[in-house]
């Protein structure tokens, strides 16, 4: 016999679904919403219902835009510096550049980092759109925005070599001491990139 | 501008809703549904959507069941000690005294535990219910198991005091020390209940 009832259990089964929610945890969210008001639960199911329809990707830039745009802004803008565009992993990745207020090229989103242990090879990544777009709109900087994580340095490692033969420049993102944070503290690793990474000053 | 589809900061906005998921964990399940099949995303919308009506409060016990059920079968199953009350502050609680395997009494559900501080205040919670049922069903004895927080202590008193005039007794569970637990690592306030509760070899 099953002690909750079937509605509740069916709920706490799909929120279980979503990767980084427990049983547990789940449980807890449909309670929240039973205890809530009918209102805001039937909202949350019509976000849903809508969500894949009215979003797409951008098949220049890939990042998310909405369903009845054409292009993301990111790169319509006329402000933007089209040849230089930031390489990145996922769509959350442009918000984090956007927010230093310092990028001012557009972005492609390269919908992942290669990484075997989860299934994710080179070809699952969205190179062959970069190599295009890199001829097409005559880019002269490629700046390799990817997590510093093996993944993303694997990623990175393989694009540089992809874009080996084209006759654009590839950076990446600096390695060193993040801001605020006390030598003694620091990773050797990060440490070690902070030294070989050094600046004049 | 927004750098995000309405769509999406529209879910990310429900989900954030819900109690102990920030913006960031928002934004993480909006975007794992998005990576995700449509149908799922529409699953999760329908369940849901039918919460609310698929599930009721039983009116004898109220522990939470079918919409279609009368009343819970904790309180309707023969083999059960209608006369041996577990009180408790909220639904799931009694899943957790089922596992145990031991109780065959059956159950009161409080709606809640005293807490000024959240406006929980005596008269929200369902003590004049449990008065009516101990009368109806000539109940022998009422188990306080409620947490052994201040505000579960504190609703135990309260109950306690509410019950006094009634030929009914009033137990609540043992505290002590957990199973597993060294002596070396129990807390003061534990080993001292542990201490005053102690029982004969």
Redesign the interface.
């Known amino acids: 016999?099953s002690?909750?009832?079937?509605?509740?259990e069916?709920?706490v089964d799909?929120?279980s679904?979503?990767?980084?929610?427990g049983p547990r945890?789940a449980?807890?969210?449909?309670?929240?919403?039973?205890k809530g008001d009918?209102a805001?639960?039937?909202?949350?199911?019509?976000?849903?219902?809508?969500?894949?329809?009215?979003?797409k990707v951008c098949p220049k830039t890939f990042?998310?835009?909405?369903?009845d745009k054409e292009i993301s802004?990111?790169y319509t803008d006329t402000n933007r510096d089209k040849k230089m565009v930031a390489l990145v992993a996922?769509?959350?990745d442009?918000?984090a550049l956007?927010k230093t207020n310092l990028f001012k090229g557009t972005y492609h989103v390269l919908g992942g980092l290669i990484s075997p242990i989860d299934g994710i090879e080179p070809e699952h990544l969205r190179v062959r759109e970069l190599i295009t777009r890199i001829k097409e709109d005559e880019v002269r900087e490629v700046i390799l925005a990817t997590n510093a994580s093996i993944e993303g340095e694997t990623t990175a490692i393989y694009i540089q070599k992809e874009l080996a033969g084209l006759s654009v420049k590839v950076t990446r993102l600096a390695r060193g001491l993040p801001i605020g944070v006390d030598l003694e503290y620091a990773d050797q690793i990060t440490l070690g990139r902070a030294l070989e990474g050094r600046q004049e000053f």
């Open positions: 016999m002690l909750l009832p079937k509605a509740f069916q709920l799909a929120f679904k979503i990767s980084g929610v945890t449980e807890r969210y449909a309670y929240f919403i039973l009918p805001k639960a039937r909202n949350l199911a019509s976000m849903l219902e809508a969500l894949h329809s009215q979003i990042t998310l835009i909405d369903a802004s990111l996922e769509p959350f442009v918000i956007e």
